[in-house]
């Protein structure tokens, strides 16, 4: 056996052994739950985050899966999924992320859009959300909105928040591997540039794209230039469209 077909041997093992875990974490919690006072909203609330992080990390390894094996995702049915509730679980996943810094997320709408989505569809709104929080100043708000378009049927989801500028050219930069922004590697030291890429990749195999766009100079942090970002992402309906 060469060494990179073991290799890739016992990184399968490695990710189901980790799957595995992810799925008892999960079983916990839910057995956890009747023992916690209904009364208790911050304890529940950390329940609801271990779980949602365990979910994801489950997703996250599907991922490694569709990538080692692009085809793989072919063989897997879509489901009706309702985007809202994929990006709100999301935001419990990294709650306590963003309490850290300080910040608020904020839906200025909401959607009844359903999309056939693959079982590692949450990972985009999880990768999307976890960016704009790493890159936003401290005490900042990032917001999140939705328009439906009833003409081409589909949803486009804006996330916005201050962060580091990136130039017109970097706009389509930042969703190729390993790339970052010069203003952001000044901002954040430590990142390797893959989180927005993944997303672009789960876009595409959802039929949908990923954009960002920047607007000018709002203020300076440690003499670092920041500016409203927006990263939008488009998807289509499932086929009986929305609700």
């Known amino acids: 056996m060469d060494k990179e077909k073991a290799g890739n041997e016992e990184l399968l093992n490695l990710m189901h052994d980790l799957r595995r875990l992810g799925g008892l974490l999960q079983t916990n919690v839910h057995e956890l739950r009747p023992f916690v006072d209904r009364t208790n909203a911050e304890a529940r609330t950390r329940l609801d985050a271990i779980e949602q992080t365990a979910h994801f990390i489950r997703k996250r390894l599907d991922i490694v899966d569709i990538q080692l094996n692009p085809a793989l995702w072919m063989q897997q049915d879509p489901v009706a999924r309702p985007l809202h509730a994929e990006f709100v679980s999301a935001t419990t996943c990294l709650r306590e992320r963003a309490r850290e810094k300080n910040i608020t997320v904020k839906y200025e709408n909401t959607s009844d859009a359903t999309i056939a989505a693959y079982p ?33 049927k589909s949803t486009t989801v804006c996330m916005r928040n201050y962060g580091p500028m990136i130039s017109a050219q970097e706009c389509t930069q930042i969703f190729q591997d390993k790339f970052r922004g010069e203003n952001a590697k000044l901002a954040v030291a430590n990142g390797e540039g893959r989180g927005l890429k993944i997303a672009a990749f789960i876009a595409e195999l959802h039929s949908g794209d990923v954009t960002a766009k920047c607007g000018p100079e709002h203020s300076r942090i440690a003499n670092v230039p920041y500016a409203l970002i927006s990263v939008c992402t488009k998807l289509p309906w499932r086929e009986n469209g929305r609700g």
Do not use: C
């Open 120 to 152: 590692f569809f949450g990972m985009l709104a999880l990768l999307l959300l976890e960016n704009a929080i790493k890159y936003s100043p401290k005490t900042h708000e990032i917001t999140v909105s939705y328009d439906d378009d009833l003409l081409s």
